[in-house]
């Protein structure tokens, strides 16, 4: 069974649950894709700020891949999936969004990589530029 969560930049320091959901409706399978979400989220925008580099949006989807048909105590997660998606003001900023990215997916967040220690984790990065 794939289970899923999307989080959106609040455009400050923080990050939100995507199309207006809660926490207190996210089950404990959930809360730890929404942790590591947010660690890769806040790691690269810490390194972003040390660029000056500001996007105009960055959501984040994790995924995992539980070893039942439906959620269950028992439940164990055999691999995970996270997407970037990053919208940049210029394209010069591609190059360096992408560097903190992979900085971030590959070495800085440690929720992500505690998270290797459990299943494999893949990711792809989708940047685009507005101007």
Known sequence: MRV???IEWCHDTTFRLAKGEKCDSLNPKEMLLYATAECAGITIMSILA???IKPKSLEIEMSGE???ESV???SVYHS???VYNIECRHLEEQVK???AVNLANETYCGTLQMMRKIAPVSHEIAIVSSE
Request: hydrophobic share 35%.
């Open 72 to 74: 269950t105590a028992k």
């Open 80 to 82: 995970f999936h996270i």
């Open 97 to 99: 969004v992408s560097r």
């Open 4 to 6: 899923e969560v999307t």
């Open 66 to 68: 539980l070893d039942t």
């Open 50 to 52: 040390k660029e000056r």
